[in-house]
């Protein structure tokens, strides 16, 4: 099987975690933009640990240890996202990019390495 040196799928959605991630600095994009996050990290975070648990990858509790943090974190913003002003979405914004970065650039990496050893893809 071909092997590449990224994992596409996990790429692309990073790719759109920070689109949104952007767009929801802005104060015109409109207050649906934390729900979008949230559930499309929900699908992306839920995507990855189907291939933790199916690959037995030795890192899984961590990894959603991390993902759950995320989570807690997105939920507590959708709940008083009406109270944002631009600054405020502009730090979250801030916030949720280095927090991804890190994330990214960490364990996912790790866990990226894993899959492409796998036959899995
Ligand atoms: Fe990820
Ligand atoms: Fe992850």
């Given amino acids: 099987m071909r092997k ?3 994992l596409i799928w996990q790429d692309t959605q990073h790719q759109i975690l920070f689109e949104l991630i952007d767009q929801l600095k802005t104060v015109e994009t409109g207050l649906d933009i934390f729900t979008k996050l949230a559930d499309y990290a929900e699908s992306h975070f839920s995507l990855e640990e189907s291939y933790m648990l199916k690959l037995n990858y030795p890192r899984t509790e961590e ?3 991390a993902h759950n943090k995320f989570r807690e974190e997105l939920n507590a913003m959708t709940l008083d996202q009406h109270k944002f002003d631009e600054q405020v979405r ?4 801030l916030f949720l990019r280095e927090w991804l970065t890190r994330h990214i650039f960490g364990i996912d990496k790790d866990f990226e390495a894993f899959v492409l050893n796998s036959d899995y893809k």
Avoid: D, K, V, Y
């Fill in 4 to 6: 590449t040196s990224e």
């Fill in 63 to 65: 990894h959603i240890r």
């Fill in 90 to 93: 502009e730090s979250i914004s």
